[in-house]
């Protein structure tokens, strides 16, 4: 019964270029969440969302920051054009269906993000 | 607006010893609370909720959280710590479109 599952674990880029951090969450669990933790900062929401529709992205970045869960594969969070203050950890988490806010959200290891 | 405050960066405790990891939060409505533990490197556990019923709540590795509505608390307790407990424990609340809102973090440093 794998749990989430986040890849890359560590990711480098240099300024400008683009990351692609994946997810796949726990099997039976339609909802994805993406949280980032910032050096000497707690972590912050930034997306929620369900299989083909974003729910909630109140916390991402207007610009560059973008977020899909298609009906088929991972969910995928997309930086472009890194700047160095992006550097962070990168959690996702997935809950099931049913239950709604009573839901345990389960997390993945994370991907480190580092912009040089 | 919904938030969750840890008043304490850091707890030091020694072991075998009780620990407290504070907790307030503030919502509006009936507020559900979760308690994580994240080590170092790693992704965060979850360790207990609160939803509804009783205020006591018991949960993994001997945590328990107790859920005070008159105080807005959700205290993490164990009545005697170990030193693998050593990690960053985060108190979260539940928004109301399902985001979980953190707070900052406390550091729990227990020593032989």
């Known amino acids: 019964n794998a749990g989430v599952m986040q890849n890359p674990r560590h990711l480098v880029r240099r300024r400008g270029q683009e990351a692609r951090l994946r997810c796949s969450p726990m099997?039976?669990?339609?909802?994805v969440y993406w949280y980032r933790q910032l050096p000497e900062e707690g972590l912050k929401f930034m997306v929620y969302?369900?299989?083909?529709?974003?729910?909630?992205e109140s916390g991402m970045p207007k610009e560059r920051f973008s977020a899909e869960f298609p009906k088929e594969g991972p969910s995928i969070l997309r930086i472009q054009q890194v700047v160095r203050g992006d550097s962070a950890a990168y959690f996702c988490?997935?809950?099931?269906?049913?239950?709604?806010?009573?839901?345990?959200?389960?997390f993945g290891a994370g991907t480190r993000l580092s912009v040089l | 607006a919904q938030s969750v405050a840890q008043p304490e960066d850091q707890v030091n405790v020694a072991e075998g010893n009780p620990l407290t990891v504070k907790c307030t939060y503030s919502?509006?409505?009936?507020?559900?609370l979760f308690w994580y533990v994240q080590y170092p490197n790693r992704g965060l556990q979850f360790l207990l909720k609160?939803?509804?019923?009783?205020?006591l709540v018991k949960g993994s590795y001997g945590f328990e959280a107790e859920f005070n509505k008159s105080q807005t608390s959700f205290h993490l307790k164990k009545p005697s710590a170990l030193v693998s407990d050593s990690a960053l424990y985060f108190c979260?609340?539940?928004?109301?479109?399902?985001?979980?809102?953190f707070g900052q973090g406390t550091t729990l440093q227990v020593k032989p």
């Open positions: 979260a609340v539940v928004s109301n479109t399902g985001k979980l809102i």
């Open positions: 099997k039976g669990h339609s909802h």
């Open positions: 919502v509006s409505g009936n507020p559900y």
């Open positions: 969302l369900q299989k083909e529709n974003i729910i909630d």
């Open positions: 988490a997935s809950s099931p269906e049913t239950g709604g806010r009573k839901n345990i959200q389960y």
């Open positions: 609160y939803i509804t019923g009783d205020n």
